[in-house]
């Protein structure tokens, strides 16, 4: 690999201040592990609290103009990429973007960020200014705070890419997120959910239901080891950051207590709320790794709930008794009992077959179906049922903006609980 001198492009006129651009690169990765060509990616930064399309902004070095597209959310990442299977290869997860058309490496070379013609940020290498000595063989080099200065101290070069997407800088936005009906309490800033939710208006049913499947397809997919960490990030208890809040125990747990890393059964694993063996067992499939429906779970409590569908009635758990299940079902606590319906309803929604995830059409069913590998979860009219008597709280809002901040897409039902029944209820009339 080229030995990379890293700089930033300081001078007069070439970059405008990042304090005041919503805008900024915040990560580059010049050589490549494996594959220049392929690999190397630049990532993007909104620091502000509202989401900015990309529309009319556009990469460029001193060889080629690339036009950005979709949509940046307020305090977020976008990953723009030279190849989709290349990116995808290194970080198994896809890029916000992919075909970039920039050189990265080429001597004297740089990259800029122009909203048209205006320049918002830059990044230059191989000695193009002096007295910048950060080198980047093998790795990539972050932006590490927003300061004014935009010396080499505002960068750092880290071993590897890391979790594109997931970087070291943070908006303190603090605002809300909960949409026409969800909660509030979000802290990646205002969400404008019409933007996001653009073509549903006046639909219902399944015509609503296929319009939300376009809108939530694309996500940025993590590799099953990534999930840890992210859960750790979007399930965090938020009177101690140092602890994630269990799903069905309830309880506020240690993240480093976790299996793989202690043998107790009452470490937390990553559980699959719709069983991953309904449909989707592998980790190449998207829905596999999809953080809408994977939380934290006691290990004993989730060896219990396995892959059973979810309705009412059964033995209480002796460990966590406000937690039910008998031969073929399992019924959670009633604080947790709609987040379950809702995220079944995403689950329903995002993956319909026919795209690029892998995953089969998921159906939910109003019985508790029979044969795990069938890709269905029950029960539809419990689980509507739930969804109407226990509403979007606080916590569930913040976890839906903190997984859009990660992956790049949304629940639904969180942000407007009342497409629950626009959907499902005339298969539930008597709910």
């Keep these: 690999m080229k030995l990379r001198t890293i700089a930033l492009l300081v001078a007069a006129g070439m970059l405008a201040a990042p304090a005041q651009a919503k805008i900024l690169i915040s990560e580059v990765l010049y050589d490549a592990p494996t594959n220049d060509t392929t690999q190397e990616f630049v990532e993007l930064y909104n620091d502000s609290c509202t989401a900015v399309s990309l529309s009319g902004y556009n990469l460029m070095d001193n060889g080629a103009t690339y036009n950005l597209t979709g949509t940046i959310a307020g305090g977020g990442y976008f990953t723009v990429a030279k190849s989709a299977s290349g990116f995808n290869s290194l970080f198994g997860k896809a890029a916000n973007q992919a075909g970039m058309t920039l050189s990265l490496g080429n001597s004297g070379d740089y990259v800029k960020l122009r909203q048209g013609t205006t320049e918002i940020d830059s990044v230059a290498f191989e000695g193009a200014i002096s007295g910048w000595t950060l080198n980047a063989v093998d790795k990539s080099v972050a932006r590490k705070n927003v300061a004014d200065s935009n010396t080499q101290n505002d960068w750092q070069v880290s071993a ?16 809300t997120g909960g949409g026409t009906g969800g909660g509030t309490g979000g802290d990646t800033g205002t969400i404008n ?35 840890w960490d992210a859960l750790g990030y979007t399930d965090e208890d938020p009177t101690n950051t140092n602890n994630v809040i269990l799903l069905y125990a309830g309880r506020s747990q240690a993240k480093t207590f976790r299996a793989g890393t202690s043998t107790s059964l009452d470490a937390w694993n990553r559980e699959h709320v719709w069983a991953k063996s309904h449909g989707f067992p592998d980790e190449s499939q998207y829905a596999h790794t999809d953080l809408h429906h994977l939380r934290p779970a006691d290990v004993s409590i989730n060896s219990t709930r396995g892959n059973k569908d979810f309705d009412v009635g059964g033995t209480p758990l002796t460990e966590s008794p406000e937690n039910k299940t008998d031969t073929d079902s399992f019924e959670p606590r009633n604080a947790v009992k709609g987040d379950v319906a809702r995220m079944m309803f995403y689950m329903d929604t995002r993956y319909e077959g026919g795209d690029d995830s892998g995953t089969p059409d998921l159906s939910i069913p109003n019985i508790a179906p029979t044969g795990s590998s069938a890709p269905q979860m029950g029960k539809l009219c419990v689980l509507l049922a739930w969804h109407l008597a226990d509403p979007v709280d606080t916590f569930e809002a913040r976890r839906n903006n903190r997984i859009h901040e990660l992956q790049k897409n949304r629940n639904p039902f969180i942000d407007n609980p009342q497409w629950a029944k626009a959907i499902y209820g005339s298969q539930c009339p008597g709910v």
Excluded: I, M
């Design 160 to 175: 590897n890419a890391g979790n594109p997407g997931s970087g070291l800088l943070n908006a303190n936005c603090g605002g």
């Design 193 to 227: 959910l019409p933007t996001y939710y653009v073509g549903t208006t006046g639909k219902t049913g399944a015509e609503l239901k296929a319009t939300l499947n376009n809108l939530l397809r694309g996500h940025v997919r993590f590799t099953y080891a990534q999930v």
